[in-house]
């Protein structure tokens, strides 16, 4: 039987994992308190007494803004825990599945989605500290599946986040209180479910290793995707669209970030899958 270590098992990509296990594999969840990646030594100490075949890390530091003032956390999780990770994965021979982000694009023009080929060019200390967890596994680990993701929803929400963007629209929707949202940023909005059940795939079929992008297919703004979340919900919503200069941030966002994989992986379109989402509630 495949042993796993899942590390992050309450995210709202853990939660989908645990979720969608197959029923050949034991699955091993470690939470903060049974693995601190950032601690120097405590990932080699653990995975080497659990010895699993497969780890998967989902443990990551989100907060786009606040990450350009907490630029040393960012890093401190994003990369220097995942270095410790890509360490501890060669030492015990396990195969090192990363979740990473479209956030390593810079959003330049492009008549199509991101795809695996395209080179990272990240905007913010974010999308650096994702792309340098990146290339630790790339370099420190032989086995490894790196899976970037875009506009990640889930059950669970987003803890480092407070909720996610479906939760955020859904709620206002239902209190009627009128939204202005960014029309010129464009991603592919991703089911955590969808995404899950992707990795697995991944690990059981024993794909060949390397980087994957794992989104939903297709391409919207989060105007568009508000309005579709208000729509599948039978909502009546006042949504008005705005460009990304109305909101001032610290971070600088890629106004191009959809992904498509050119590697084989071929999930549903953005739309199917938030219906599911939606019914689901």
Known sequence: ???????????????????SKPGEVELVPLGRNALDITRPGEAESVLITLRPDVIINTAAYVRVDDAEDEAE??????ALGVKYL???????????????????FDGGKKPSPYNE?????????????????????????????IVR??????RAGASGKGGNFVYTI?????????????DDIHMSPTN???????????????????????????????????VKIAELAGL????TPVPHTAYKTKARRPLWSPLESERGIRPRDWEDALKDFIGSL
């Open 170 to 182: 859904l709620n206002k929707a239902k209190k009627g209180e009128p939204m202005k949202i960014v």
């Open 117 to 145: 080929d395209d080179a990272p060019n990240p905007l913010n200390t974010y999308g650096i500290s994702k792309y340098a967890g990146e290339l630790y596994v790339a370099n420190f680990t032989g086995s490894h599946y």
């Open 1 to 19: 039987m495949l042993k796993v270590a899942l590390i992050g098992p309450a995210g709202q990509l853990g939660t989908e994992i645990v979720a």
């Open 236 to 239: 009546k919503a006042d949504i």
């Open 149 to 154: 993701l875009a506009g990640l929803y889930g």
């Open 86 to 104: 890509a360490m501890a994965a060669k030492k015990t021979g396990a195969v090192l599945v990363h979740i990473s982000t479209d956030y390593v």
């Open 192 to 226: 955590a479910a969808d995404a899950a059940r992707e990795i697995w795939r991944l690990i059981t079929e024993e794909r060949p290793f390397g980087l994957y992008h794992a989104s939903n297919g297709g391409v919207c703004s989060w105007y568009e995707f508000a």
């Open 73 to 78: 956390e960012a890093f401190r999780v994003n």
